[in-house]
């Protein structure tokens, strides 16, 4: 007979008159003296944060919080206009959205440069890499956008932000910059990093772990979202996405093609 561990948990305990997280008091240690920003950090690094780590994790969240009327925010609008009953329902439609291809590609990008950090010869690395994505044709994590040319302003003022940092290494802000060096190479041409790309970088820096990563493009989003919400409750918008897609794309009679 083989002895089970038994699951435990350090994220929170209660008593009939106190609730801890993790080892800080709810009451008298973290309402009203720590930020939202600080015990978040806490709870998910099990940790207390560095100045550094709070300041980095704040400008992420505002970066990554809204883009428009992206897949996401028209998920949220057209489930919110579809049940307006179920706030949390619209708002998780849209959560559904940060993925591989939107707000969600730091992970990507992160694992990137984890191997560029590995490499013996992380330039070398870079261009292994710069050279797959070139020859599946594919767009590389981190890389490109088709809205901000010549460059991303989000996140050349996020690299900067980092650099600015004393206490930070800065081993992903270098392996990203290789990588950019190795891109352009391939490409032949300059290739913007995105936000997301100096957003891995960032979060690497402050020892966000790669498979984590795309849980702060959830709670950022989430902000945004809501807000998508109120506007929606204002000035509605789903109704009229609805009506121009119905209008933009024909019906083509799917018998006329067989055969």
């Not at 998910?44 to 996401?72: A, F």
Request: glycine fraction near 8%; proline fraction near 4%.
């Amino acid at each position: 007979m083989t002895n089970k561990k038994t699951p435990v948990t350090s994220l929170c305990t209660h008593t009939l008159t106190s609730l801890h997280y993790r080892d800080a008091d709810l009451v008298e240690d973290l309402m009203g003296k720590k930020t939202f920003t600080e015990v978040m950090l806490m709870q998910i690094l099990g940790r207390e944060p560095r100045g550094v780590d709070i300041r980095i994790t704040d400008v992420v969240l505002i970066v990554l919080m809204e883009h428009g009327l992206t897949p996401s925010a028209i998920a949220t609008r057209l489930i919110y206009m579809s049940a307006p009953e179920n706030l949390q329902g619209a708002v998780s439609a849209g959560l559904l959205a940060v993925g591989s291809s939107f707000i969600g590609t730091m992970e990507n990008c992160s694992a990137l440069l984890d191997r560029i950090i590995a490499a013996k010869d992380q330039y070398a690395e870079a261009l292994l890499i710069a050279q797959h994505y070139k020859s599946i044709k594919g767009a590389i994590p981190g890389f490109g956008h088709h809205l901000h040319k010549p460059v991303d302003p989000r996140a050349y003022k996020l690299l900067d932000m980092g650099r600015a940092e004393k206490e930070l290494k800065g081993d992903h802000i270098r392996a990203l910059e290789t990588l950019s060096k190795a891109v352009d190479e391939v490409a032949g041409r300059p290739i913007t990093i995105n936000a997301t790309g100096a957003v891995a970088a960032l979060l690497g820096e402050i020892g966000i772990p790669t498979a984590v990563m795309r849980g702060f493009a959830v709670i950022s989003r989430s902000a945004g979202l809501v807000a998508h919400i109120v506007e929606e409750q204002q000035s509605p918008s789903g109704r009229f996405i609805w009506d121009t897609v119905e209008h933009a794309i024909p019906f083509v009679d799917g018998a006329n093609k067989i055969g």
